[in-house]
Nanobody, 120 residues
Framework: QVQLVESGGGSVQAGGSLSLSCAPA????????MAWFHQAPGKEREVVAA?????RPHYGDNYKGRFTVSRVGNTLSLEMHSLKLEDSGMYYC????????????????WGQGTRVTVSS
């Protein structure tokens, strides 16, 4: 059952920018913690950025200073700049009642992901 729907993935050259969006399929996540996760090929899913219902952000170390997370109610966005080859992979939107933590296990609501490909 799809709970969240991501959009905006695609291909971009290294150093370029891309924006992602996430919206709920049905349920309202307005009061939830929402987050973006990145899964590179052959690697575990890691948090890119999370944001509380009041707009307080948290960034993964690999993405600080390059990516910006924001939300308007239910809709979550991610602005990605200075993209690197290692930023390629699947990007997933996730939500949970609160920001208990920032690991994959801390989020119970997920989208199916959108693919980002960064080329040289």
């Amino acid at each position: 059952q799809v709970q969240l729907v991501e959009s905006g993935g695609g291909s971009v050259q290294a150093g370029g920018s891309l924006s992602l969006s996430c919206a709920p399929a049905a349920y309202s996540y307005t009061t939830y913690c929402m987050a973006w996760f990145h899964q590179a090929p052959g690697k575990e899913r890691e948090v890119v950025a999370a944001i509380t219902s009041t707009g307080r952000p948290h960034y993964g170390d690999n993405y600080k200073g390059r990516f910006t997370v924001s939300r308007v109610g239910n809709t979550l966005s991610l602005e990605m700049h200075s993209l690197k080859l290692e930023d390629s992979g699947m990007y997933y939107c996730a939500a949970e009642v609160t920001c208990y933590g920032f690991g994959e296990i801390d989020f119970g609501h997920w989208g199916q992901g959108t693919r980002v490909t960064v080329s040289s």
